[in-house]
């Protein structure tokens, strides 16, 4: 690969943006209070050029068992047909992978879990820009990103 192309897919890669559990959770429940707020945000994203929405496996598996306890199985199915609808979403084809890096760094950091330490690996190794709720994994994101 020549290193244009390289360049030119780093910068694309910069325009997909992992969408974290509880982003997903209030553009399928209207009632959540974040719900007006993602939907602006969503829209202002698909308005980039290039840019795509990013599922991790350990997301859907989050949110689907999430809507399936609170919103019932019809509920759960609406919502496992959206995150696959490809003109979307895409859905990363991952496995989990744990290193001791990861474990390290969610051993470092208060107030974060296994799998959202999980999903910030991901972005910072493949480039991808996260889109949480979440002030505290989204503070961790940042200063991973700055290498503190």
Known sequence: MKLIEFYTELIEMEKHYLIDSNVLYSIFVKEDRLHVETDKLLKRISREHGSKL??????????????????????????????????????????????????????????????DMILIEYCLNNHIKLLTFDKKMGEVWKRLKRGN
């Open 54 to 115: 990013v599922v991790h496996p350990l997301v859907i598996i989050e949110i689907l068992s999430l809507i399936k306890y609170r919103a019932g199985i019809v509920s759960e199915k609406l919502a496992r047909k959206e995150i696959y609808n490809i003109k979307k979403y895409e859905v990363l084809d991952e496995t989990i992978n744990l290193t001791i890096k990861t474990i390290n760094n969610f051993e470092k950091h208060e107030n974060i879990g296994i799998i």
